[in-house]
């Protein structure tokens, strides 16, 4: 948290030292935002560091339906706390009524991934913020007489109260890289903590956060199924594609990362899901086809769906830890602790 801490006082001191320390008293910034205590620190790009204003404006921009091409969607819309920060479909529906063809997924720790979607296709959170928004999610893409994101932004413009914040933050008008950096700096907020999440406290000491039965989940999922290999670490992800066999027996499957790899043995490869508030995000898997968690446990506690791209290695102790039904209601009540406390409200839009 120190480096985050130090940017954030950097930016505040040279806006002052840049108008000559007459400017009004910034906020005072948090002296440290929140992270996932034991993991790495989170990456912040030099560009866009993170400051209170900011991290308010990209909130409200966030929430904002005004921001979506039809004005019916906001980012919100679709990941909701309700549902575990996803939408509760098994596949979203984007603005204009587009039907989409993935599950939305949390939005738990994204500011921490290398790599976003599904299939990793973006990078940083601030180009994923442009693919959203003016691709079928929010349907600002200027085609077909819907908005563009410029058209977005002269609206906002329009606000007094957010001019005068983009103003503040970026010393000039919403654009759309403004837009996408404000928005950026707020999803790196989204964090689970010791505080919200039973998860982080129990992996740094806090013995008695799990009960006894989550306890022994624990330990299934992660020396006996070693479920681990793949959901590993504090995000319970190894950031990395693999093929568990969902959608493969489709007519025509979703080659998911080999689309992107242009690497055939990557078909049917998917980012491996943080499992973060997964008992309130049915139904389960990038294509939504399973209804219920204890479902999900079950087909891969089988060692997921046969099909010549399973990746067979890592999923071998799962398939051979031949669980018990009792051993596997203890890991569906590890799943289910995996809950994660909301904290975050709903701001008031300008
Ligand atoms: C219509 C529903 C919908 C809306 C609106 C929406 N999203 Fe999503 N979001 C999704 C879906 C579906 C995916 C997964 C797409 C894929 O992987 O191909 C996703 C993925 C993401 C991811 C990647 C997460 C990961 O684990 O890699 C981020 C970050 C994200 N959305 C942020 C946003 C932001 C910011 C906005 C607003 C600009 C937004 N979403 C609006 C449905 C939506
Ligand atoms: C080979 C790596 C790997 C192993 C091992 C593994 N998983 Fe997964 N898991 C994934 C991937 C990848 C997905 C997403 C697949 C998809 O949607 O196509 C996934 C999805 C899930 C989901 C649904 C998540 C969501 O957001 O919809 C659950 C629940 C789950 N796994 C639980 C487990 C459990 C419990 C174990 C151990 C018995 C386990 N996984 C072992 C890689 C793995």
Redesign the pocket.
């Known amino acids: 948290m120190f480096r985050l801490t130090f940017l954030a006082l950097c930016v505040t001191a040279l806006m002052m030292s840049a108008c000559g320390g007459e400017m009004e008293t910034p906020e005072p910034e948090p002296m440290s935002w929140p992270e996932v205590a034991g993991y790495a620190l989170m990456e912040i790009p030099p560009d866009n560091a993170m400051t209170a204003a900011k991290v308010a404006l990209g909130k409200q921009l966030y929430y904002d339906r005004r921001l979506s091409g039809d004005g019916e969607r906001s980012c919100y819309g679709c990941h909701l706390k309700e549902n575990g920060l996803t939408d509760g479909r098994p596949t979203a529906l984007g603005a204009f009524d587009k039907q989409l063809t993935r599950?939305a997924?949390?939005m738990w720790n994204v500011g921490y991934y290398e790599s976003l979607y599904?299939d990793g296709r973006s990078g940083a959170l601030e180009k994923q913020v442009k693919g959203a928004w003016g691709g079928g999610n929010m349907g600002a893409s200027g085609n077909d007489g819907a908005p563009s994101m410029d058209d977005v932004c002269a609206k906002l413009n329009e606000i007094p109260g957010y001019a005068e914040q983009f103003q503040t933050v970026f010393g000039g008008p919403a654009t759309p890289d403004h837009v996408a950096y404000a928005v950026a700096a707020f999803m790196r907020t989204i964090v689970t903590t010791t505080e919200n999440s039973r998860f982080v406290a129990f992996r740094n000491g806090a013995e008695d956060a799990l009960n006894e039965q989550e306890k022994r989940g624990w330990t299934i999922?992660s020396e006996k199924?070693?479920?681990t290999?793949?959901?590993d670490g504090l995000l319970l992800s190894d950031m990395q594609?693999?093929n568990?066999g969902?959608?493969m027996d489709a007519e025509n499957p979703d080659i998911?990362r080999a689309k992107i790899s242009e690497d055939e043995k990557d078909t049917?490869?998917?980012?491996?899901?943080s499992?973060y508030d997964?008992a309130k995000?049915a139904p389960?898997?990038?294509?939504g086809s399973v209804a219920t968690?204890e479902e999900?446990?079950e087909l891969?506690?089988s060692g997921?769906k046969e099909n010549e791209y399973l990746?067979v290695d890592?999923?071998a102790?799962?398939k051979n830890a031949d669980l018990s039904d009792d051993e596997k209601a203890d890991?569906v009540a590890f799943?289910k602790a995996l809950d994660v406390e909301y904290t975050i409200a709903e701001p008031m839009l300008p």
């Not at 049917?268 to 899901?273: H, Y």
């Not at 389960?284 to 294509?287: C, G």
């Open positions: 599950a997924p949390t599904w999922f199924a070693k479920c290999n793949c959901h594609f693999h568990v969902i959608g998911g049917g490869a998917f980012k491996t899901p499992l997964i995000s389960y898997f990038h294509d968690l999900a446990v891969m506690t997921g990746d890592n999923l102790d799962a890991l799943l």
